[in-house]
């Protein structure tokens, strides 16, 4: 089978989950865009642990637990190894907002996402996150990282 690189992506909302921070990336993958706030996975650690890590090295907030809302997998048409990205939400961090040497963080109404300034699919599996439906969506892109070519989301019941 084809190998997988674990990564984590989370979306951290105010306590009424009006609000969801996302960073604008500085550096490295995915580079100008906004996004939510998350990395590769450590051997020593699990994905939940991963995604509470990066959510504090990136963003500064600090979160005692992550929801999981969906698992996302992208084929690179030039790249052997498959992103597994796990999805989480949570809300009420402790902490505050700082910007990094990766992410410059800013807050964005949950009903008014800037979809042209984040990846293509987001735009797709964002209304299963506001939901709470969990889900699992499949996107095929070309070598520049942009062009979906073929997809498939789903709602599951679990995860
Ligand atoms: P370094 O710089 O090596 O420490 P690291 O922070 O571990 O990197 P990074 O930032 O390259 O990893 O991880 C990629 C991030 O991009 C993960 O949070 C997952 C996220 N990501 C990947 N595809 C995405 C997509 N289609 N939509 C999205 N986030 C995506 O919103
Ligand atoms: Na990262
Ligand atoms: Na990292």
């Known amino acids: 089978a084809m190998p997988h690189r674990l990564y984590t992506l989370v979306f951290p909302m105010d306590k009424a989950r009006h609000r ?3 960073g604008m990336k500085k550096r490295g993958f995915g580079c100008g865009k906004l996004n939510g706030f998350g990395g590769k996975v450590e051997p020593a650690e699990t994905i939940e642990q991963g995604a509470i890590r990066e959510l504090a090295e990136e963003s500064g907030l600090l979160a005692a637990a992550v929801d999981k809302c969906g698992l ?3 084929y690179f048409e030039d790249n052997p190894v498959a992103m597994e990205v796990h999805v989480y939400q949570t809300h009420g961090c402790g902490g505050a907002a700082v910007e990094t040497e990766e992410m ?3 807050w964005f109404a949950v009903d008014n996402m800037p979809f042209d300034q984040m990846w293509a699919d987001d735009r797709y599996w964002w209304p299963f996150v506001l939901s709470g439906d969990k889900f699992v969506g499949r996107f095929w892109l070309k070598a ?3 062009t979906i070519t073929r997809s498939e989301l789903v709602r599951v019941d679990g995860l």
Request: glycine share 0%; hydrophobic share 60%.
């Open 72 to 74: 996302l997998l992208f």
């Open 144 to 146: 520049d990282q942009v």
């Open 20 to 22: 969801v921070l996302l």
């Open 104 to 106: 410059r963080p800013e």
